[in-house]
T-cell receptor
């Protein structure tokens, strides 16, 4: 079974609109961390935001926020006021508490911002 | 401070030749990771180093692949007798163990093309 599921292979969004990228996860470990990375066409993997399973509040980093719904096991990335430079692949990843290093990756969502 | 660096940025080689890919992690990061990403695909874990030791080599696809890390810093991934299916982007990441989040920070990657 997939541990990280990103159901949107591709999305088109109008510039300046908000966009939500979906991520659901599956783990029985009570301690885990969730990460979002951005990969532009240049290929570099850029860390965006982190949410710990015990964090009481949703993580935010500038225009990025994480809509963390623990009971539903979802960790959707919200980008407010999208910009042309947001066009990229976006990957959701999880680290389970029993592993201090291994990340489990989703298949990614390709986001294209239209002018 | 400097991020993760990788060299070369691009490598074209002939089938059957050996190649060496280098990764220089963020200073002070004790953990180092190698991933492979084929065109349009997600990340495939190859190997993880903690210091100079590699507790997890489970992702290495064959015995043609090997990696080492010296001085707890620079790592080299070696592919012997390259095959066309080895063509991919090889990404290196590093993280600070004990930081809580253990966020992995990535280098720009090496694009390998085997002719």
């Amino acid at each position: 079974a997939q541990k990280i599921t990103q159901t949107q292979p591709g999305m088109f969004v109008q510039e300046k609109e908000a966009v939500t990228l979906d991520c659901t996860y599956d783990t029985s470990d009570p301690s885990y961390g969730l990460f979002w990375y951005k990969q532009p066409s240049s290929g570099e993997m850029i860390f965006l935001i982190y949410q710990g399973s015990y964090d009481q509040q949703n993580a935010t980093e500038g225009r990025y926020s994480l809509n963390f719904q623990k009971a539903r096991k979802s960790a959707n990335l919200v980008i407010s006021a999208s910009q042309l430079g947001d066009s990229a692949m976006y990957f959701c990843a999880m680290r389970e508490g029993h592993s201090n290093y291994q990340l489990i990756w989703g298949a990614g969502t390709k986001l294209i911002i239209k002018p | 401070g400097a991020g993760v660096s990788q060299s070369p940025s691009n490598k074209v080689t002939e089938k059957g030749k050996d190649v060496e890919l280098r990764c220089d992690p963020i200073s002070g990061h004790t953990a180092l990771y190698w991933y492979r990403q084929s065109l349009g695909q997600g990340l495939e874990f190859l190997i993880y180093f903690q210091g100079n030791s590699a507790p997890d080599k489970s992702g290495l696809p064959s015995d043609r692949f090997s990696a080492e890390r010296t001085g707890g810093s620079v790592s080299t991934l070696t592919i012997q007798r390259t095959q066309q299916e080895d063509s991919a982007v090889y990404l290196c990441a590093s993280s600070l163990v004990g930081s809580g989040q253990e966020t992995q920070y990535f280098g720009p990657g090496t694009r390998l093309l085997v002719l």
